[in-house]
């Protein structure tokens, strides 16, 4: 790999990972009661989501649909079947007991996401279904078409679930 290939790759993390530190930020600011330090760091999220994505057209990792499940897929598989069992052997033994509990909801979550992502990749062809999904803001739990009742993998209440259009 190429020392620039790897800077793009490096600089697609970094990226990706102040986007979502910035909002996190964001919204903490809110609740401070500093709406304007808030703006700030939506700004900056929004400028480095636009790095980030420049970053991985460049490396050539936006392909066609098809393949861009795939990765999808890919990646989901690694992180409940591999990283996030690791990460809570890792938790346990160090009776870390927040951590614990954030790796198995994202683990559960990810398995959801894996089969979400493998039945649009069966149906790509003949379905042109259209449905709006719910996120619970706890978990991530991912519902597709309506909000549960209660969060299956956490317990939240349906009617806090975010719509994503
Ligand atoms: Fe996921
Ligand atoms: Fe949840």
Wanted: net charge negative.
């Amino acid at each position: 790999m190429s020392k620039t290939i790897e800077d793009l790759k490096e600089a697609f993390a970094g990226e990706s990972m102040a986007n979502r530190r910035y909002l996190a930020y964001a919204e903490k600011a809110d609740k401070d009661g500093n709406p304007q330090v808030a703006r700030l760091f939506r700004a900056a999220a929004a400028a480095e989501a636009i790095h980030a994505t420049n970053h991985l057209r460049t490396l050539g990792e936006i392909q066609d649909l098809a393949d861009n499940l795939k990765v999808a897929i890919a990646g989901e598989n690694y992180e409940h079947s591999q990283m996030y069992p690791a990460f809570i052997e890792d938790a346990q033994a160090d009776g870390h007991q927040k951590a614990l509990n954030v790796f198995e909801w994202a683990m559960a979550v990810e398995k959801e996401h894996e089969a979400l992502f493998q039945a649009a990749l069966d149906t790509l062809k003949d379905s042109d279904d259209s449905y709006d999904y719910y996120i619970c803001p706890v978990c991530g739990h991912t519902h597709p078409r309506t909000a549960p009742d209660k969060c299956p993998v956490c317990g939240v209440s349906g009617a806090r679930f975010l719509r994503v259009h």
